[in-house]
C-alpha cells in the first residue's frame, strides 16, 4: 500500500502535534486489523520541522497519498495544501496524491453534543474563516445538529467571521461549548476560559481515525 501521511495545520503548541501522532497510531491500528499495511506518517503546513517535503525526504518514498486534516473546505484546502503538495513533487519527485480533507464530521460532533449538561442552547464553536461558503458551512453543520438534537445550536467563530466567541457569550449566558476543533491549542484554551461545559476537541475520539480510514478507503476503491 502507498504511503500514507497526515497532514495537519500545525501548531506552536506542542499538544496538536502530539495528539496528530497519536492519530496516527489510531489510523496505523484500524488499517492493521482490516489487513492494510502502510507506512503512516505526520507533516505540518506550517509552525512544525516536519514539513511534507521533510517527512517524504525522511521516508524515502516514491509515491505517497496525503490526507489532509482540516474541517473546513477553506483557504488552507483550497490554495495552500495544492502549493505544498506541489513544491513536495518537485523537491522529492515523489508521486503524490491527496484524499478530501476530513471535512465537518457531523456524526462526531452530534455524538459530542449528547454528552454535553442540560438542554438549553450550545455554540458550535470553530476556529473562524474568511471564506464565505465555508461558513455557511459551519452555519448549515449548527442547523443539522439543532434538529437532531432538539436543542439550539449556534455556529461561533473564533476569528475572521461573526458571530464572534465573546459577544455569543454574552448573548447565550446559558449555553454549553460544543468544540468544532481538531486539537488543542490556544484556540481551545481560550474557550476555556469562559468556564462553559465543553465538549473535547475532536482528536479525542477514536471516530476521528475511523474517518481518516474512510477517506483512504474511498481513495484506494476510486470513490
Avoid at 478507503?217 to 470513490?223: D, I, L
Amino acid at each position: 500500500m502507498t504511503d500514507v501521511i497526515l497532514l495537519g495545520h500545525g501548531s506552536a503548541d506542542p499538544r496538536a502535534a502530539a495528539q496528530t501522532q497519536r492519530l496516527a497510531r489510531q489510523v496505523d491500528a484500524l488499517l492493521v486489523s482490516r489487513g492494510d499495511s502502510a507506512r503512516i506518517d505526520c507533516a505540518y503546513l506550517d509552525n512544525h520541522p516536519d514539513s511534507l517535503t521533510a517527512v517524504l525526504t525522511r521516508l524515502e518514498t516514491s509515491c505517497a497519498l496525503i490526507v489532509p486534516l482540516f474541517l473546513a473546505n477553506a483557504f488552507h484546502v483550497r490554495s495552500d495544501i495544492p502549493a505544498a503538495i506541489a513544491t513536495a513533487r518537485l523537491d522529492t519527485g515523489a508521486a503524490i496524491e491527496a484524499t478530501p480533507a476530513v471535512g465537518i464530521p457531523v456524526d462526531l460532533l452530534l455524538n459530542n453534543l449528547s454528552k454535553l449538561p442540560g438542554t438549553g442552547p450550545v455554540l458550535l464553536v470553530s476556529a473562524g474563516t474568511t471564506d464565505p461558503s465555508a461558513q455557511h458551512d459551519w452555519h448549515d453543520c449548527a442547523l443539522g445538529l439543532e434538529r437532531a438534537s432538539s436543542r439550539p445550536v449556534h455556529a461561533v467563530f473564533l476569528s475572521h467571521a461573526q458571530p464572534a466567541l465573546p459577544e455569543a457569550m454574552s448573548q447565550h449566558p446559558d449555553a454549553c461549548v460544543l468544540l468544532g476543533l481538531l486539537f488543542e491549542g490556544t484556540f481551545a484554551d481560550r474557550v476555556r476560559l469562559y468556564g462553559r461545559p465543553l465538549s473535547p476537541v475532536l482528536a479525542d475520539s477514536h471516530e476521528l481515525s475511523a474517518l481518516v480510514v474512510a477517506r483512504i478507503t474511498e481513495y484506494q476503491s476510486g470513490g
